[in-house]
Structures are given as structure tokens and as C-alpha cells.
């Protein structure tokens, strides 16, 4: 018999005789206990499975890469951006908030829009969204949020009355809840979807000067869009069509590309602008704060590796380099504690050391120790140099050169609400007056088709918010969900889908 060159061996490395009979006492049985690999086989099955992700668990991911195009080294030192031509890898991660692993990809939902960028200085992670602003502006509300979206204790089914009744109760959930209703709810796939950093950034350049900036990664190509009953039949064909559509894009040739923009804010017109430049429910005008082209997100490769590289991917909000750093929304703020917490429970104490996370240009020099799967060297390179400060000259010490410039903040400690004159309704007015006749009518119907089992008053309560931001907007939801409560044999979509208005 030939030798085998590729020899199956147990996780330990011996050999094995075979991978297909288990070891019994006689042909009929029973089972030896002392067949390893048979438990052994069996108990690595049992454990395939980690957690999925509390939100946002649907997802498709490629690797790329992004491009400097042009120069804004006076608003950031951050390594990635120093000059025109640099590149940096990436790795994405779009999902949809609600669904549960293996959800039909082509739901109406936010997509999120995730980027970790491998800079020499460390990763950056931009952990955003496919709209620029969202539902409520105070994290404390985040948990009840998910739960609307989640499914319901008893039933175990999806609860538009828990969606509308909590949406009713923060009238500031109605600019982000026009954008979902929209034709933009159903993007084809992430590549016809911007991303968007959506909360408002710091940058800080080499001179310590501090501007306060948004990110837009706008799609080349083009913002496509299912109706409902085009997302219908797709899902009956196949509930994976992202992941098909990325995956042909990308072994085709066809590599999904993005321009990122920035809008920057000097540091102290925050305090003078007549809003709340760090509220995530607003947008800054264009007008006011004009896009700044920055570089060019091109994704190219299939991850070998889905579960590795993908589902092991831990994104942070928390994970900035020297250049990038937070601002005061208290949204972004929790999120800076919220996802290393859930990484730490979700992948280990370690996961930071996972091949989708692992920095890949910087060194990594810290004092951690320690704790379980630590499968990764155990010190700095100098066994004696365990503790900070010390005496060794190769020990690894802080650089206080990137030290971000100090952030001036005065106010009460107190749990601040809603404050009186905060305006809710004219950003999402403006934005439905952009729609045009029949983006408006799918924008109704849409709502009709999502409202359909919402009880009376809720809706009235829904409409009352509609009513805020436009007679004619409420009027046309109303009359949607009346027609559809008339004819329950109405089907209330159409078929066309044109962009909406940029
Ligand atoms: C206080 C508000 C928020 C909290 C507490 C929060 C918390 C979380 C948590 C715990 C996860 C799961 C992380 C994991 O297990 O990997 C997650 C995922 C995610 N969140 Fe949030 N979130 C908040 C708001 C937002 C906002 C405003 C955005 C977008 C602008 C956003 C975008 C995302 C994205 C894109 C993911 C998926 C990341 C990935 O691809 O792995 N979240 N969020």
C-alpha cells in the first residue's frame, strides 16, 4: 500500500486507524468506553457553537483594503491617513440588527456596517450602521430598544405592538423609523448601501488641535433597493441572498468599493451651533459641515475561514489608535464599555488574540497575564519584566506622545431627559419632503404591511408622533393601514424600485 502523505491524526497528533467505525465488544455492541475518539468527536460537536452575537447576529464579511486618496493630516495624526497612496487592511462585517443567525438576509432592518482597520498603530474598528443616525439618543434605552426588536417572552414571535409602543414613547426613534419604512429598509445587498460612523468622532492632529467629525462610506455602486414583494419572492427562493451576492461579486471580480468621506467640525463651534452636535439622532447639514473626500474602501477576498474570521470578529467602538478618539454622546459612550464586555463573554478573555482580531502591524506589549486559552506568548520578552514601572531597559513603557489633548467638559452630575427644545421632527421632515409621489406611497405602504397586527391605540399614538413631522406623512400611514384593515386581501407593495433621492 502507497504511504499516506496527508495522514488524519487525533487532535493530540497520533494517527489514527480509522475516523468511521466505533469501537464496540462485538459487531452488535455495546460501545467501549474506552473509545476515545468516538467521545471525544462527539464532545467537540456539542461545543461547535458559541453564542451569537445579542444583536446584529446575521452577518456576511469580506477582507480588503483602504486607500488614502487625499490628505487630512490636519485633522488627524492617526498613521493610516499620513499620506496620499497609504494602505491599510480591512476587515467588514454587515449585518442586520434583529435576526438570529440564519435569518432571511433580505429583511426590512438596519444593516450594520462594520470595519476594522489593521493600522500600524493599532486597530481601529469603525462600528456603524447603514444610516446616519438612530433610533434614541440615550443608551439606557438601548436594552429595551433590542428587546422591541427581539421576540416576544410568551408568543416567541417578532411584536410589532412592542415596536410601535416603544417607538410611540420616543418621538426622537421617528427620523431613523422614516429611514427603515423607506425604500432604503431592503438595500439588494451591503455593496448598494453607504455606512455610516454615525455618531460624531474626534480627530486630533499632530499639533494637539481637536476637531469633531462624521464618517460616510458612500457606495460605488449605487443604492439598490428590494420592495416588500421583490423581498418576498426572493426569500421564498433563498433566505441567503447576501452572502450569494458577495460571494459571486467577489470570485467574479467584481469588488465592492466605497469612498469615505469625512465632515469636520472645528472643537469649539460644538458649543455654539443651535444643536446638539453630539445627539445620534441628528444629522449635521451638509450644507454647514460639507463632505471632505478621504480615501477609498475597496473589499476583495472571501475570509477562508467564515467561523474564524468572521464570527470570531470582535468590533469595538472602544478600539481607537492615536489620531481617532470618542466624543461626549452618551450613546458612543456605553458602547465603548458594551462591546469588549460582550467579546469577553461571547469569545473568551482573549479574543483580542484571535486571528480576526489580532493587530497585524503594531507590536503588542502589554502586561495582562495570564487566564484561560492564553495560548499566546506569556510575557513582554523580558521573563523578569512582569509589573509596571520597572527597571529594565526593554521593558515596555508608555509613549506619552499620544497622549490625546485634553477635552475641557463642565456640567452637573445629574440624569438629564429629553431637553424642552429639543427638535425631533425637522430633520424627518425635511427628509420626507425629499421623497418623491411614489416613495412616498411605499414609504405608506410599507408601514401599513409593518403595522398591519398593531393594536388601535398604539397606532394612534404612532400617528400622533407622524403628525409632528407632517400632516401629509401621517395622513398617508393612516390611510395606508385603513386601507389595509378594509381589505385584508389587499397586497400593499409595489413593484418598481427607483433610488431615492441621495
Ligand atoms: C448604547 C447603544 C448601543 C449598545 C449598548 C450596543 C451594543 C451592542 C452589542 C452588545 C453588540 C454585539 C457585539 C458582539 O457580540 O459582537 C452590538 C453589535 C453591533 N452594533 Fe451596537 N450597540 C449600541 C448602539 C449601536 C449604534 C448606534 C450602532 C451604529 C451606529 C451600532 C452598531 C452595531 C453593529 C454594526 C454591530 C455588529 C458588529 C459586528 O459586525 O460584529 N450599535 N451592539
Same mark, same amino acid.
Given at each position: 500500500?502507497?504511504?499516506?502523505?496527508?495522514?488524519?491524526?487525533?487532535?493530540?497528533?497520533?494517527?489514527?486507524?480509522?475516523?468511521?467505525?466505533?469501537?464496540?465488544?462485538?459487531?452488535?455492541?455495546?460501545?467501549?468506553?474506552?473509545?476515545?475518539?468516538?467521545?471525544?468527536?462527539?464532545?467537540?460537536?456539542?461545543?461547535?457553537?458559541?453564542?451569537?452575537?445579542?444583536?446584529?447576529?446575521?452577518?456576511?464579511?469580506?477582507?480588503?483594503?483602504?486607500?488614502?486618496?487625499?490628505?487630512?493630516?490636519?485633522?488627524?495624526?492617526?498613521?493610516?491617513?499620513?499620506?496620499?497612496?497609504?494602505?491599510?487592511?480591512?476587515?467588514?462585517?454587515?449585518?442586520?440588527?434583529?435576526?438570529?443567525?440564519?435569518?432571511?438576509?433580505?429583511?426590512?432592518?438596519?444593516?450594520?456596517?462594520?470595519?476594522?482597520?489593521?493600522?500600524?498603530?493599532?486597530?481601529?474598528?469603525?462600528?456603524?450602521?447603514?444610516?446616519?443616525?438612530?433610533?434614541?439618543?440615550?443608551?439606557?434605552?438601548?436594552?429595551?430598544?433590542?428587546?422591541?426588536?427581539?421576540?416576544?417572552?410568551?408568543?416567541?414571535?417578532?411584536?410589532?405592538?412592542?415596536?410601535?409602543?416603544?417607538?410611540?414613547?420616543?418621538?426622537?426613534?421617528?427620523?431613523?423609523?422614516?429611514?427603515?419604512?423607506?425604500?432604503?429598509?431592503?438595500?439588494?445587498?451591503?455593496?448598494?448601501?453607504?455606512?455610516?460612523?454615525?455618531?460624531?468622532?474626534?480627530?486630533?492632529?499632530?499639533?494637539?488641535?481637536?476637531?469633531?467629525?462624521?464618517?460616510?462610506?458612500?457606495?460605488?455602486?449605487?443604492?439598490?433597493?428590494?420592495?416588500?414583494?421583490?423581498?418576498?419572492?426572493?426569500?421564498?427562493?433563498?433566505?441567503?441572498?447576501?452572502?450569494?451576492?458577495?460571494?459571486?461579486?467577489?470570485?467574479?471580480?467584481?469588488?465592492?468599493?466605497?469612498?469615505?468621506?469625512?465632515?469636520?467640525?472645528?472643537?469649539?463651534?460644538?458649543?455654539?451651533?443651535?444643536?446638539?452636535?453630539?445627539?445620534?439622532?441628528?444629522?449635521?447639514?451638509?450644507?454647514? +459641515?460639507?463632505?471632505?473626500?478621504?480615501?477609498?474602501?475597496?473589499?476583495?477576498?472571501?475570509?477562508?475561514?467564515?467561523?474564524?474570521?468572521?464570527?470570531?470578529?470582535?468590533?469595538?467602538?472602544?478600539?481607537?489608535?492615536?489620531?481617532?478618539?470618542?466624543?461626549?454622546?452618551?450613546?458612543?459612550?456605553?458602547?465603548?464599555?458594551? +462591546?469588549?464586555?460582550?467579546?469577553?463573554?461571547?469569545?473568551?478573555?482573549?479574543?483580542?488574540?484571535?486571528?480576526?482580531?489580532?493587530?497585524?502591524?503594531?507590536?503588542?506589549?502589554? +502586561?495582562?497575564?495570564?487566564?484561560?486559552?492564553?495560548?499566546?506568548?506569556?510575557?513582554?520578552?523580558?521573563?523578569?519584566?512582569?509589573?509596571?514601572?520597572?527597571?529594565?531597559?526593554?521593558?515596555?513603557?508608555?509613549?506619552?506622545?499620544?497622549?490625546?489633548?485634553?477635552?475641557?467638559?463642565?456640567?452637573?452630575?445629574?440624569?438629564?431627559?429629553?431637553?424642552?427644545?429639543?427638535?425631533?421632527?425637522?430633520?424627518?421632515?425635511?427628509?420626507?419632503?425629499?421623497?418623491?409621489?411614489?416613495?412616498?406611497?411605499?414609504?405608506?405602504?410599507?408601514?401599513?404591511?409593518?403595522?398591519?397586527?398593531?393594536?388601535?391605540?398604539?397606532?394612534?399614538?404612532?400617528?400622533?408622533?407622524?403628525?409632528?413631522?407632517?400632516?401629509? +406623512?401621517?395622513?398617508?400611514?393612516?390611510?395606508?393601514?385603513?386601507?389595509?384593515?378594509?381589505?385584508?386581501?389587499?397586497?400593499?407593495?409595489?413593484?418598481?424600485?427607483?433610488?431615492?433621492?441621495?
Amino acid at each position: 500500500m502507497s504511504e499516506i502523505k496527508n495522514r488524519l491524526t487525533t487532535t493530540a497528533g497520533a494517527p489514527m486507524p480509522t475516523n468511521e467505525h466505533s469501537q464496540t465488544a462485538g459487531p452488535r455492541g455495546p460501545l467501549l468506553l474506552q473509545d476515545y475518539q468516538l467521545l471525544e468527536k462527539l464532545a467537540h460537536q456539542n461545543r461547535e457553537r458559541i453564542p451569537e452575537r445579542a444583536v446584529h447576529a446575521n452577518g456576511w464579511g469580506l477582507e480588503g483594503i483602504f486607500t488614502v486618496t487625499h490628505d487630512i493630516t490636519r485633522y488627524t495624526r492617526a498613521k493610516l491617513f499620513s499620506e496620499i497612496g497609504k494602505t491599510t487592511d480591512v476587515l467588514s462585517r454587515w449585518s442586520t440588527v434583529a435576526g438570529e443567525q440564519g435569518a432571511a438576509d433580505a429583511e426590512r432592518d438596519v444593516r450594520g456596517f462594520s470595519l476594522k482597520f489593521y493600522t500600524e498603530e493599532g486597530n481601529w474598528d469603525m462600528v456603524g450602521n447603514n444610516t446616519p443616525v438612530f433610533f434614541v439618543r440615550d443608551a439606557y434605552k438601548f436594552p429595551d430598544f433590542i428587546r422591541t426588536q427581539k421576540r416576544h417572552p410568551k408568543t416567541n414571535l417578532r411584536s410589532p405592538e412592542a415596536m410601535f409602543d416603544f417607538w410611540a414613547a420616543q418621538p426622537e426613534s421617528v427620523h431613523q423609523v422614516t429611514i427603515l419604512m423607506s425604500d432604503r429598509g431592503i438595500p439588494v445587498n451591503p455593496s448598494h448601501m453607504n455606512g455610516y460612523g454615525s455618531h460624531t468622532f474626534s480627530f486630533w492632529n499632530a499639533d494637539g488641535e481637536r476637531f469633531w467629525v462624521k464618517l460616510h462610506f458612500k457606495t460605488q455602486q449605487g443604492h439598490a433597493h428590494h420592495t416588500n414583494a421583490e423581498a418576498e419572492r426572493l426569500i421564498g427562493k433563498t433566505r441567503e441572498n447576501y452572502q450569494e451576492d458577495l460571494y459571486n461579486m467577489v470570485n467574479e471580480g467584481r469588488f465592492p468599493k466605497w469612498t469615505l468621506f469625512l465632515q469636520v467640525m472645528p472643537e469649539r463651534e460644538a458649543e455654539t451651533v443651535p444643536y446638539n452636535p453630539f445627539d445620534v439622532t441628528k444629522v449635521w447639514p451638509h450644507a454647514d +459641515y460639507p463632505l471632505i473626500e478621504v480615501g477609498e474602501l475597496e473589499m476583495n477576498r472571501i475570509p477562508e475561514n467564515y467561523f474564524q474570521m468572521v464570527e470570531n470578529a470582535a468590533y469595538s467602538p472602544s478600539n481607537v489608535v492615536p489620531g481617532i478618539g470618542f466624543s461626549p454622546d452618551k450613546m458612543l459612550q456605553a458602547r465603548i464599555f458594551s +462591546y469588549a464586555d460582550a467579546h469577553r463573554y461571547r469569545l473568551g478573555t482573549h479574543y483580542e488574540a484571535l486571528p480576526a482580531n489580532a493587530p497585524k502591524a503594531a507590536d503588542v506589549n502589554h +502586561y495582562h497575564k495570564d487566564g484561560s486559552m492564553r495560548f499566546f506568548r506569556n510575557d513582554t520578552g523580558n521573563p523578569d519584566a512582569y509589573y509596571e514601572p520597572n527597571q529594565y531597559e526593554n521593558a515596555p513603557v508608555a509613549d506619552p506622545s499620544v497622549q490625546e489633548p485634553p477635552l475641557t467638559i463642565s456640567g452637573d452630575a445629574d440624569r438629564y431627559g429629553n431637553a424642552q427644545d429639543v427638535d425631533d421632527y425637522t430633520q424627518p421632515r425635511a427628509l420626507f419632503n425629499l421623497f418623491d409621489d411614489g416613495q412616498k406611497q411605499r414609504l405608506y405602504e410599507n408601514y401599513a404591511a409593518a403595522m398591519g397586527p398593531v393594536s388601535k391605540p398604539v397606532k394612534e399614538r404612532w400617528y400622533a408622533v407622524l403628525a409632528k413631522v407632517s400632516a401629509e +406623512y401621517e395622513a398617508g400611514v393612516r390611510a395606508a393601514n385603513d386601507a389595509l384593515d378594509s381589505d385584508v386581501n389587499a397586497v400593499p407593495v409595489t413593484d418598481d424600485t427607483p433610488v431615492p433621492a441621495e
